[in-house]
């Protein structure tokens, strides 16, 4: 196998993990959080912490009794402005040590311009504000969204009078409760400013690919092999869209625009915080990773996804350890790398990798069977983190580029919770010893970096990706992930969930960064792109998606509220949204295009009290059948095979009605 996949050089890798590696900025070895009654209870406009501050004269005028919230268990207070009319965003997010088990953010209306609210949670929709997350509910006046390990709760809207809100995490004994005062006044963290950018220039094809009402669809990610296109997403049941059964879909497009597809029963018992599954691709082989309750899974194809002939049980949960967001690529020479966090109720967190090599071929010289090493920890963090999804690139000549990150959630003295994220960057070159470098460390709520690479060995070029205070930064290593150079981005701190694409064109490197920002009527995706990355032209900055924010009251009156149960038909109230739902894109190089498919999420507020739509199950149901690397010798890419047919089982055809519109868009 590949020299830098060997344990014995991983050990090295290892060891410098746990001395803080390269790159200088920090140590990743901070202890856990103590034990504490509270759960940890973040509020967060884009990835920046907001300030709580002391209890304030106005918190005991709100009547908390008739929510069953006694006074005392409020641990923090926070007086947000907003300008009357003007949208704005944030959200609540909080764990469970260990990143497992049943965890709750749960939303109630405390006051409406100092009156108490008549009614239940419909009041807030009647306010202006629309909350949105998985596995939401209600319970009695409350809104919760439920999660397995991590729970979060977006909020946007607009207001024209002060509003209070209670918000409350349930992390199993542990709990938090806040008190949160939105009121009329100057533009604050949490308003959003117009967007702008120029349509993307290039496209060449735009489609929807596939429609559902389910609130379990979502979490989309993309391969691309010869000229079929592979996407892997969370879907419910067709059925009944308010079932809490999930499965994992698979869906093809090819040239023609023909979408085919398959699917597995899912039994995570998450509703959509985690993207717990990957694929990757060459030419005849998918392979399909998948963070499971108890093991790491991975699916070989061998037919371009009609069959899965091998199953391997990469790592298998022992001593009360989760996985966690596992990633899987490909090299040019079919050596396949799969990473995955393992994170444990108490002691270490570790990041492994589990390296792959075909062990047989068919007469065309495609693989019909892999070997795989035992588990290797790429890095270990002592005490208790939240991971973030991993970044996987391999060079033409066989190096692995891993971009990682952690958020570790420290208690503070006046109860307020510290929340600090490192990005960091691992190289396994081909030839040579291994290094981890420390990107940058920041008091942030992280979520997502990204990895492109050109050139290889001491000639490779490192492009990573990540989030810091002033939102999406890219950063770029010129000697082969050792040191970074500055920072550049949008400088939008709503921006997340960054995707680096870089391809090499008559000796430019031209540069895609992709990200998420939140608008004022929802969230979009952008872009910026440069043409020749080390030229004198800044980039130029395109608006990819266009969310929506429309009074309810302005639908066609016979028009289903999407997600419902039965037929419900929109009250003459409130507010729809249409944008691209959480963790709700992925994006790959296909030669000289750019290939983006994304989730686009419509849902009113008063969705949430449509009435029976979400159920107190989670988990899969009973019963219910499925919806439809050597360093000696030098790299040598594989030759492509004939390519087999792949899915062929037919879709339903996208209904424009329905809550999720999966689309594709490429470009060049």
């Not at 939303?107 to 306010?127: K, N, R």
């Not at 396949?336 to 109720?345: C, D, M």
């Not at 969310?547 to 028009?559: G, L, V, Y």
């Amino acid at each position: 196998m590949n020299s830098a996949l060997r344990p014995a050089v991983l050990a090295v890798l290892l060891l410098a993990g746990c001395s803080g590696g390269g790159g200088g900025g920090g140590d990743g070895n901070r202890p856990a959080a103590p034990d504490a009654a509270a759960a940890p209870l973040v509020l967060a406009a884009g990835v920046t912490a907001l300030p709580s501050g002391p209890e304030p004269p106005w918190a005991s005028a709100v009547d908390l009794a008739r929510l069953g919230v006694d006074p005392s268990e409020v641990d923090a207070w926070y007086d947000l402005t907003t300008p009357a009319g003007e949208p704005f965003q944030f959200e609540a997010v909080s764990r469970r040590p260990g990143n497992a088990g049943a965890v709750t953010v749960g939303l109630a209306h405390g006051s409406d311009d100092g009156l108490v609210p008549a009614g239940g949670p419909s009041t807030i929709a009647a306010a202006g504000i629309v909350p949105s997350g998985s596995g939401a509910l209600l319970r009695d006046a409350w809104i919760e969204a439920r999660g397995d390990g991590f729970g979060r709760l977006g909020l946007r809207g607009s207001i024209d009078r002060p509003q209070v809100l209670v918000l409350r995490s349930e992390a199993g004994k542990r709990r938090s409760t806040a008190l949160v005062r939105l009121s009329i006044g100057p533009e604050s963290d949490i308003n959003l400013a117009a967007r702008g950018g120029a349509d993307v220039p290039g496209v060449t094809d735009a489609r929807t690919l596939y429609s559902s009402d389910s609130w379990m669809f979502g979490l989309p990610t993309a391969a691309v092999s010869g000229d079929r296109v592979t996407v892997l997403a969370y879907e419910g049941d067709r059925a009944d869209p308010t079932r809490y059964q999930r499965y994992e879909m698979r869906l093809q497009v090819d040239g023609a625009g023909t979408v085919t597809g398959g699917a597995s029963e899912e039994a995570s018992p998450d509703s959509g915080n985690w993207r717990d599954h990957e694929v990757a691709a060459l030419f005849n082989t998918l392979a399909l990773v998948h963070s499971g309750t108890e093991t790491v899974d991975l699916r070989l194809s061998f037919d371009r996804g009609a069959t899965f002939a091998q199953t391997v049980v990469l790592d298998r949960a022992a001593g009360g350890w989760t996985p966690r967001l596992a990633q899987v690529a490909f090299a040019a020479d079919y050596t396949l790398a799969a990473v995955f966090w393992k994170t444990p109720r108490e002691g270490a967190t570790d990041l492994v990798l589990v390296a792959g090599r075909p062990a047989a071929f068919d007469g065309g010289g495609s693989p019909t069977r892999f070997a795989f090493d035992d588990p290797v920890t790429l890095r270990r963090v002592e005490g208790d983190v939240t991971p973030l999804l991993t970044g996987l690139a391999w060079s033409g000549g066989g190096d692995l580029v891993v971009g990682y990150g952690f958020t570790s959630f420290e208690s503070l003295p006046d109860a307020r919770w510290r929340s600090l994220t490192q990005n960091r960057c691992a190289v396994l070159p081909f030839a040579g010893e291994p290094r981890d470098t420390l990107v940058e460390e920041e008091e942030i709520v992280g979520k997502d970096p990204s990895v492109a690479v050109t050139g290889s060995g001491d000639a490779l070029r490192v492009f990573f990706a990540y989030e810091a205070a002033d939102g999406v930064r890219l950063r770029v290593s010129g000697d082969a992930g050792r040191t970074f150079g500055p920072p550049v981005g949008p400088g939008d701190a709503t921006t997340s969930f960054p995707t680096v694409l870089v391809r090499e064109a008559g000796g430019a490197a031209k540069v895609d960064l992709l990200f998420l920002a939140q608008g004022p009527e929802g969230s979009e995706i952008h872009l910026l792109r440069w043409e020749d990355f080390d030229g004198a032209a800044p980039p130029t900055a395109h608006r990819v998606t266009r969310a929506s924010m429309t009074a309810t009251a302005d639908a066609p009156p016979d028009r289903k509220v999407p997600g419902a149960p039965l037929d419900a038909i929109l009250p003459e109230g409130g507010l729809r949204v249409t944008e691209v739902s959480w963790f709700g894109y992925d994006a790959v190089v296909d030669g000289e295009d750019v290939v983006l498919v994304y989730d686009e999420q419509t849902y009113d507020a008063w969705t949430w009290c449509g009435g029976g739509w979400a159920g107190e199950r989670m988990g899969p149901a009973a019963g219910g059948g499925v919806v439809f690397l050597d360093g000696e010798g030098g790299f040598v890419p594989a030759e492509p095979p004939p390519l087999a047919p792949g899915l062929r089982s037919p879709v339903p055809a996208p209904d424009p009605e329905q809550m999720h519109q999966l689309k594709l868009l490429r470009w060049r």
